[in-house]
Nanobody, 115 residues
Framework: QVQLVESGGGLVQPGGSLRLSCEAS????????MGWYRQAPGKPRELVAE???????NYADSAKGRFTLSRDNAKNTVYLQMNSLKPEDTAVYYC?????????WGQGTQVTVSS
């Protein structure tokens, strides 16, 4: 069973930055993909950024140019660096990974962008 633990959320002013971390309980080297989704109140969960085992990360249009997804295989961790945050980025952010046909989700971390 894969467990994902997110951290790094919080309250930040517009224009500020946060870095989210997602640590897996097993090696991430064999994962098919790892990424971040978010869900704002009253809205469906949506993709923010995703990285497949091979290739470059895919970003939602809303994240392009502001967010950066990276991974550290040695630490079994995926990061989401978020810069130039906007109030509309406010949401619960979830880490997700896929391994073969299995999908695993973290518990979520709240990001609130407000002055």
């Amino acid at each position: 069973q894969v467990q994902l633990v997110e951290s790094g959320g919080g309250l930040v002013q517009p224009g500020g930055s946060l870095r989210l971390s997602c640590e897996a309980s097993v090696s991430i080297f064999s994962f098919t993909s790892m990424g971040w989704y978010r869900q704002a109140p009253g809205k469906p969960r949506e993709l923010v950024a995703e990285l497949y085992r091979y290739g470059s990360p895919n970003y939602a249009d809303s994240a392009k140019g502001r967010f950066t997804l990276s991974r550290d295989n040695a630490k079994n961790t995926v990061y989401l660096q978020m810069n130039s945050l906007k109030p509309e980025d406010t949401a619960v952010y979830y880490c997700r990974t896929t391994a073969d046909v299995n999908i695993y989700w973290g518990q979520g971390t709240q990001v609130t962008v407000s002055s």
